[in-house]
Each structure stands twice: as C-alpha cells, then as structure tokens.
Nanobody, 121 residues
C-alpha cells in the first residue's frame, strides 16, 4: 500500500523559511515520480514541483514558474523521503502542502494527507 506522510509545516513569519518532509513507503521510491502540491484556502490545488528519475543517477526536476527561486524539491533515496525547502515565504504561500507519487493531475496519482503551512506576522 502506498503511504505518504508529510511533516514540517507550521506557523512562520513572512520572509521566513520552512523545510517540509514526505516519508514514503509501499513502492520503489528511487524510481518514482514525486510531486509537491499545495492548496490555499478556498482555491484549487496548485502544482509546485515534480522530480522524475531518468536514470541511475539522474533526475529531471521541474517547477511551476511562480515557485522558481524560492522553493526547492529534493529527495533522499536512502531514507525514502522527499523534501521541499521553502524560502522567503509570503502570506499567499499559506495552505496545505501535499506530496504525491506521480504527476499532478494524472489518474493514478496518490497523495498524502498534507501538512499545514501558515505564513503570518
């Protein structure tokens, strides 16, 4: 059974940083396409970034244009964990952040329960 458990969310002031983690199990993480998503209050789910392994030691990484430069997706295959480093956070970054196995919007994508990020002074 695919399991994804996000952690690391919380309350942070504007301009601050957070690092989210996603512990994965139940599937071969090293070769899995992994994605971060978020959902702001009252809004649709938004794609943040995706990593797609393309070889033994290569990964294709893509970001939503609005996330480039502030957010960084990474993974530790030894720990079966996906990360999202978020810097210079803004109030409109507030929302529930999810990790998912698969591409955003794909029929077979599975996501976790999410972790709440609140950016407020």
């Amino acid at each position: 059974e695919v399991q994804l458990v996000e952690s690391g969310g919380g309350l942070v002031q504007p301009g601050g940083s957070l690092k989210l983690s996603c512990a994965a199990s139940g599937f071969p993480f090293k070769t899995a396409i992994m994605t971060w998503l978020r959902q702001a209050p009252g809004k649709e789910v938004e794609w943040i970034a995706t990593q797609r392994p393309t070889g033994e030691h290569t990964i294709n990484t893509r970001y939503a244009e609005s996330m480039k430069g502030r957010f960084t997706i990474s993974r530790d295959n030894n720990r079966n964990t996906l990360y999202l480093d978020m810097n210079n956070l803004r109030t409109d970054d507030t929302g529930v952040y999810f990790c998912a196995r698969g591409f955003f919007g794909a029929a077979d994508t599975v996501r976790g329960q999410g972790t709440q990020v609140t950016v407020s002074s």
